[in-house]
């Protein structure tokens, strides 16, 4: 993702999803090397965790540009470490981000509506979504419901990823490649 084996200018699309969030010195390099890749006019489609008010509500977000990294526990013998795991990102910071990489940003959406109000439903609310016991029926009850109501809900409280489309501006062109032999692609 950070350095991609294509020749500069040479691809209409480039698509990332579920990617750019979990690089620790952020996506600045990635959306760096999308750019290079990409010819004048292309786009860049990708997702990335999106840090939606029901997380800031909830205790578990973080105010935008101090600490939007999330971090895993993870147990070593008797000691607990922490690792790096992933980001999530408001609209702006995301716009900021690919303007700052010299993208033209065209759309920055929350999806996956479904996903945020079922863990609002399990994590915040405890109700027993999940769980192998449960019968096929219940599953396919809970799925439609919670699909349903997901729905009618505000996308910026329970929205799971950002979907962006952002575009290399038509008057940018990179700098020439330099292949394998070391002269220009």
Known sequence: MEHLPIANDSVDIVVRWEVYEHFEKGTGKCLSEALRVLRPGGRLFFTVLFQNIRLLLRGTGHPPKTSLK???????????RYQFYQYRFFRRELAL?????????????PIGMPVGFRRFLV??????????????????????????????LPPSWFGHMLFSVADKPHNM????????????A
Do not use: M
């Open 70 to 80: 999330t971090w895993h526990q993870h147990e070593t013998s008797q000691f607990y």
């Open 97 to 109: 981000e690919l303007t700052t990489a010299g993208f033209d940003v065209r759309t920055l959406r």
């Open 123 to 152: 994590h915040d609310c405890k109700l027993p979504l999940r769980g192998f016991r449960r019968t096929h029926f219940a599953r396919i009850a809970d799925k439609a419901l919670v699909e349903s109501v997901a729905r009618l």
């Open 173 to 184: 062109s990179s700098t020439p490649s330099l292949g394998n032999s070391g002269s220009p």
